[in-house]
């Protein structure tokens, strides 16, 4: 079975710090960009970070950068994403999805997507 598993989500205070995991099962993430994304109650899906295949590029929006850092083990077919200094804003569901070699702003470009992570920043 391919699939997509988050981990990492909990309830922080804000100011705190999370590391949110992507593990892969039944497939390899080698050949495969992994995007973050995330969606709060009421609002659209937002597109977070995402990491090429090679790890050689990384992206961020805007409202993450500086707080954001998405790495990868390509050798624990696990891909990570650590936030900092968490605001209440970052309040949401996070999911990772793959897709082939590249990056892409283009949720439905992911072929495959995790069941996602709650995070919730509150004092």
């Known amino acids: 079975q391919l699939q997509l598993v988050e981990s990492g989500g909990g309830l922080v205070q804000p100011g705190g710090s999370l590391r949110l995991s992507c593990a892969a099962s039944?497939?390899?993430?080698?050949?495969?960009?992994i995007g973050w994304f995330r969606q709060a109650p009421g609002k659209e899906r937002e597109g977070v970070s995402c990491i090429s295949s090679s790890g050689g590029s990384t992206n961020y929006a805007d409202s993450v950068k500086g707080r954001f850092t998405i790495s990868r083990d390509n050798a624990k077919n696990t891909v990570y994403l650590q936030i900092n200094n968490l605001k209440p804003e970052d309040t949401a569901i996070y999911y990772c999805?793959?897709?082939?070699?590249?990056?892409?702003?283009?949720?439905?470009?992911?072929?495959?997507w995790g069941q996602g992570t709650q995070v919730t920043v509150s004092s």
């Open positions: 039944g497939f390899t993430l080698d050949n495969r960009a």
């Open positions: 999805a793959a897709r082939r070699y590249a990056c892409s702003r283009y949720a439905p470009s992911y072929g495959y």
